[in-house]
């Protein structure tokens, strides 16, 4: 599609390629973009209507995830997965956000294994995978509501802490801005964050941070 | 002063004395608060530039604690203290709020021990004194920037929380925004909040629960 | 459900038990949550629409309140109803924040009458009652609007007033933001706040401060 | 002064005379306007320190008022005092913005008595006042903080409230925002307001409602 | 309706009667206070689909406009109309909101013409007809985006001017904030404001001012 | 001075110069950047104070104007004024900002006539000087509060508005977000706007359109 | 239809000609200007499902394009297209926005291509392109997200850039608010700014632009 | 001093140690946790009066830089210094935060070279000096205004990119948030952001980052 002019180069460039951003598209221009596509792409914040509104054949082309609203076109990438990242989640709601980084980071062939329901209402449940969470090179910490998880968990790990706000709440919290502001401010040094709800940007950081670990 | 109506009955009507909040009135207006003074009283808010320009009669009158900017006409109540209040309070730069609770309730003939410093970047100094915080009726937390204190709290004890977000933070959270919105948005239940800064209120409040604790 | 994990232990460790928060939770994950439940269990912020998406026997195995949007799991409790909280509610529009908090309260064993519409501005409406609401230990108010019912209870009864701001309102009140601000400004000391639309935590909060009356 | 075009028109086609808002001026700016009067003239918002920079012929020309900080050109008017205003003031700290519409409304030839202190922590002080402010034509409501005052006056009283929400306030009241969304989120009809501390506005628009009284 | 209070006494005490908020409320609920009404009854924001579900019975008793969403128990008042108010109106868009003022004010005995389609793009529209305007005591301006028409009336007209931001608009006016904040901040004196979208609001202060103009 | 590097190319590629704004810049710094310009060069935002601190040597090379906070290194350039550009101004406590986007033309070689004291609440002032702007090419209008002057011009001329909304005022307008919400919801199109109190940068615009008008 | 006054006399007096702003207006008032109107006419906001709910006549005689949701009324106008302004397009999500400023030009008589999908994430994709851009009059740029694209184009043309930021975004940009001030607070001088999403404003700034090259 | 908990253990648990942020603390404070520090120690947003008000023995000890208000106690560590990490800057303006985090890396053992005065208005000096940034492992980024370099940089290098906004920019980007949001919204995956003015923040994370690397 002309108005559309993919960054084919943006991965040797910038370390991360360029996806494909779904929400504001409409199924016409994905569909063009999917079938002018030369090699691997990523697609994200397609929904699950949008993704049914696709033809057939561009449906059968995607590996689609309805809860993180990613699709994935040419298949798993080659070689055995990286290892060092890991998603660490709040609570069951924000696991649509934690999918989205994990497989972002699948796409750019990193392992990362979800760490799920350690919110710090309940510190122990936290407390017991502490020790595997220590193991990793990047956190990936997603959570919503006052988004206290960031700040708990950068006082216990060595890793940098890539704080992924959502917007999961209501009322002050609506939309994901008192967990934004607390990763912001975050008493415990070492907390970068990421907008609200992007999961994939979140990925990239942490595959940029990876990248140059060698 | 003709322009100021003492409320002299609040304390019998709704359990806690009517104060002085001194921070929008004139040296004038409070000397003429003091001097007109028929019983003990409570000033807050009262800077210690103000405080100094007061009258040396009126300054001999009160008992000022400059960190918390409190002063109270009419000495020490009668009876020995009663029990069932503390303050918890995250960093040193919170302590002029967590004073000025503690000063309110001591007023209100509450002993009030200050557990300081005990934020979350490091866990371990709250776990330290986590049994002595369990001993409490009423837990008031006190804690600027993220506030994530308020949340760990409330998942460890049983006590109802008063959480006083502090104005102290800068960027997002400058102002107490942030550990504000995270008192409100806090994921684990039993979390009320005062304004910011408002260590008065929330031992007020505390007052109240105590009160109706017999 | 394996991403999903109960605190069980935090009834005994918090006075409050965990309850299921079903907004942002799939049909699915809550049916799964209700089917690996060991004990009662309370859901809140279940739209009537989700309720209907659960199986006929999900449905079978809970009370359902449409307005309140809230669910038991596990019937009624065991013994009479404990007494002290009461929730007073400005309109009738905030009805289903009130009816959370008292179902809340109910889930816990407490007995907590409504004592409904009676707003500011028609005073005598709440004069009418107000021995009733002074007999009280816990006031939990709920207003939408300008909130201005928090400040007049709380200059009028010795119980702590536990404000619900409410998300009634259009303008600049829209959301409850106006409600909110109101309570957290309060003139009258001793109110204590939570987030927008929350009956479910102010209940907890009443709650916790119920358990160490004794 | 060449850049300062005063509109003398102005009294006889809206009813109100232009006033001089000194606050952005400089104290040439302000010396070259009185200089330039050609008949009675209103200033606003001069600060005490920028009164004190005039020259001393120009003071010697001013009425002036350090607690309101307005000056009045050209002495009291002709006549006497019209009535049907007042002004009806939740604190002391209130005063200065209750001051300014008083004095507003006397430069216009409206008398306007100030009933003081009467928030709505203590009801029973407002009460006592009701039914002086009931005789009143306007009410001038001015209160900071959360601006409860606004709504329970507007269910008492006949006459249309014009509230002031004031600067009086901290957290989230700073600045007076609390007090204004109050204001505007009333639940009681007839309540109109004017920006944040515009005691001159409100006494502006109190002026035409009696002009137009005949 | 049990938890639904009429405040009937409201007219006599405050001079303009309880109407009824729809927004908030169910088709029952509505049904049942219509039903038990024992006098007129005015009814705002029902919305064209609430008004539909309510029972046959109870919509043959409502004269109901869908433009402005009011509608009208028990007819038309007695007597000939009162007169002095007049709804000054920016834009075609802004009508809903003009004729909730103007159906508020028929309903309380006012006639009240409505001047639309005179915004400040096109000047020599409002001057037009600026003389008509003249002749009101109350002009109640209704107007979006950026409400330059208030300022400019107040300019122009001795009457008081109630300002009613509406919420037409995009980006930073969505919702009437722009409009809002113009009318707080006018430069010409003698503007009051309500909240945005609020008809009801602007037509009941200028009830009460017309009330007291005898 | 090794860590400020001057964008000479800048005018050439873009139409206007590079201008040194001191605002955050020691006053070492800006001696170190007067000191080593090899041709003419602005300053804005250079408050008296900083101006005061600066080496009598710098001092004297620069023409300084203290009410709009700019200076000119190198004197006024060649040749005679261009015209077509203009600055209206709604009140003399604009005119700082109108004199920064004059002097910033004048430096660039422009002639740019200030029309003041014309806003919106006297249209009688605006309508007198019409004409001579109807002349202009491009109209800068500088206004705080409500900004309603800048729908009225756009809605009365042929030239681009460039609305330059100020910090004058206070409340709601505080800071200027008043007049610059109106400023971008203008219901008169053609309208557009600068950042609060950029008269340089609407200067800037208006050179770049007159420098494409051959 | 009586309450709509079109200002026909609008294009001779300030350049452009009133377009019918179709969000808050219904089908049926839309179908009434569009069958009195007595000349060309531009509709703007027109969404797909209005557009359809007008009768066959009327849409008959409109050119629609769903994508802009724009509609013309009488056709193309005469004489060959006027050149000097262009759309630089971030990201094709926002060609709705662009093509609503092309049309607009269109129906004014301007010819305007539009540079689509030149973000600045790819730099190399604007450098392609940018003798072409360097060689416009006016360039009208269109961005969401952060909008960083604005001050990147001002800092490489001489032409003035007319920034559009769009709703494109979420999190902290949604609704635009990113792309908004970032492009008012520019560090390349220049740059002036619209409301969000106002394509068409963009347009009739940059037509008066371009009126007055002559 | 007995309020101060010092986390002597946090470098070893989280790679970064704990510094003492003066910003809230008393002189008496700061000398108080100097005279304790039984090891290296930090302090940062130590403004120049405070320091001042310290001992001279105090004084002596610390190695201040009033730029970047950091000091540090005990010297220079031990060892060559690391590589990896880099500071580029926007403006000179902004070099306070800059020297904050090239400061914070010195106090861990990292080098890290600040290039400075790159903004995007002259593109050719950020190209200039690429190659240079594109062998960085990490790169922090300092921008206030609108924060385009942020994006800029994104896509050009292969490092992640820690953003950090400064508080530099007036009107709508005052005190940061522009900066911030653009930060947040960036086009460009993998940057990720610190609090506004956090140069201590980005650099913690940083070594984060780099300690992983191995």
Known sequence: MS????????????????????????????????AGASSRLLLTRLAEEKHAALSLECRGALDFDPISRTAVLGGPGDGSPLVGAGVVCAGTSDLPVAREAA??????????????????????????????IRGLDVVIAVAGMEGALFSVLAGLVEAPIVAVPTSVGYGTSAGGAAALSSALSSCAPGVVTVNIDNGFGAACAAIKMLRRRR
Chains 1, 2, 3, 4, 5, 6, 7, 8 share one sequence.
């Open 3 to 34: 108005d559309f002019v993919i960054d084919w180069e943006r991965e040797r460039r910038t370390g991360v390629g360029e996806a494909v951003l779904c929400e504001w598209k409409s199924a016409a221009q994905i569909e063009s973009v999917v």
């Open 103 to 132: 497989r972002t980071l699948a796409f750019h062939g990193f392992a990362a294994p979800i760490v799920a329901d350690v919110g710090v209402a309940g510190l122990w449940r936290l407390m017991q995978r502490i020790e595997e």
